[in-house]
């Protein structure tokens, strides 16, 4: 509980990788500002959880992608108190090959999983650079690595917000504020429960899909280690699918 009294933002903290996330903070001593869409009930299942660990937890609910929702949300509340860990988690996938790919697709996924991380940061990054400390973990994707067919939206917003990470991470460095990426792969969520498994997992050199747990025990790795020297990084969280 070394961390007892902080706050940690997690942005899209009500399922899956988010969730396992907020859990794994809580357990360091994190108190935890949870956002979310739409998903009330998953919302406040993790709010039970993360107050049955002992840390409490404020439910934020909006669209990252409408900015005005973000800054309703957050702008007064990180400037009387900047989060000391800030985690850009959300993401949403609309995959369809580039040549029958709607523009409705495409816009919807960077507005979400790019505009947001904007809309986001604009709010709590001069408080926390205010602070001068503090940690962000932006969350993307092996396919922003190495693309992945079917995924030009997806793959092209997961790999913008690799390349505003590491741009963030030389203009607040000095200020002691780490910026880093977690590159999730194949993880067990929703959003791989249709993926044709036998198919994928001969590529994966573990020869399996990982675990929520396993990126959020990364996650929480970069948010609370104190013997600190990574930043402007991109780690890898796939069993070896980039190898």
Known sequence: MANEGRIALVIGGSRGIGRAICLRLARSGFDIWLTYKSNHQAAAEVKGAVEGIGRSCDLLAFDVADYEQTREALESKADKRAPDVYVYNT???????????????????????????????????????????????????????????????????????????????????KKNLYVNVVAPGIIETEMTNDLPRDQIRPLIPLGRFGSTEEVASVVDFLCTEEQMYVHGQVIGVNGGLTV
């Open 91 to 173: 993401g949403i996938a609309r995959d369809n090959l580039m040549v029958w790919l709607t523009k409705e697709e495409w816009d919807s996924v960077l507005a979400t999983n790019l505009n947001g991380f904007y809309n986001v940061t604009h709010m709590v990054l001069f408080p926390m650079l205010r602070e001068k400390r503090g940690r962000i973990v932006v969350v993307s994707s092996v396919s922003g690595q190495i693309g992945q067919a079917g995924q030009v939206n997806y793959s092209a917003s997961k790999a913008g917000l690799i390349g505003a990470a590491r741009a963030l991470a030389k203009e607040v460095g």
